[in-house]
Every structure is written in C-alpha cells, then in structure tokens.
C-alpha cells in the first residue's frame, strides 16, 4: 500500500496575485513535526498566536497555480473563503481518520466511500 503525502486542490475563489493572474490550483502536503513545532517559535505567532494558521498553511502548500514559492505574505492574501478551505483541507490530510466519504449512488441508493477529491470536476 503507498501513502499518499501530497494532495492536490482548487481554491474556491483563487488567488489574486500582483500581476491579476488568479491561481486556483495547488498541491499540499501532509505536515511533518517540524510543520507544526517550528512555527511556534516564530516572532510572529509568538505575538499573535492566530498567525500559527498562516505559518502552517505557508510551510506545506507546496504550489499553487504557477507559483512554486509560497510565503506567509500569499496565505495572507488568500480570499477568507479560500483560507477557511485550506484550513479544513489541512485538518482532513493529516487526521488519522481515512481519507474517506460517504456517497450514496444515484441509481440504487446504496452508500458507499470513495476517496475525498479536493479538486473542482471539470
């Protein structure tokens, strides 16, 4: 069985950056120790622990649209809707609950669990 570390996901309402190119899809991985120890340390959380969110989410969104450097300053620009969707998506990939939902077929009823897509169907 392969763990899966990296997950990939459309933002709600994207990212803004400086040029007015939106991005709205990225790629975050699962948080190590160190993702969550090291932040703690910072000057910033340290005087405003709500800033933790920030840190964290800037540490594992490995890409996000064309942009492979992702810095507390873009999770700050994030629209709320978008911050809000990065929050939950980081609690679900590193719970220890499976990775799971439960879906119900349209044409018998029956539920079943397929796999959470934190992508948009296109």
Do not use: W
């Amino acid at each position: 069985m392969e763990l899966i570390t990296e997950f990939e996901f459309e933002l709600p309402r994207g990212y803004l950056d400086e040029n007015g190119e939106l991005h709205k899809r990225g790629v975050m991985r699962m948080a190590t120790a160190a993702d969550e120890i090291l932040p703690l340390r910072d000057p910033r959380v340290v005087s405003n622990p709500a800033y933790l969110t920030i840190i964290l989410l800037s540490r594992v969104v490995t890409s996000l649209g064309t942009l492979t450097n992702i810095r507390p300053t873009t999770i700050e620009k994030l629209f709320s809707a978008d911050l809000a969707f990065l929050q939950n998506m980081y609690q679900q990939i590193n719970s220890m609950e499976e990775l799971t939902e439960t879906c119900v077929c349209p044409a018998c009823g029956e539920k079943f669990k397929k796999p959470i897509n934190f992508t948009r169907a296109e």
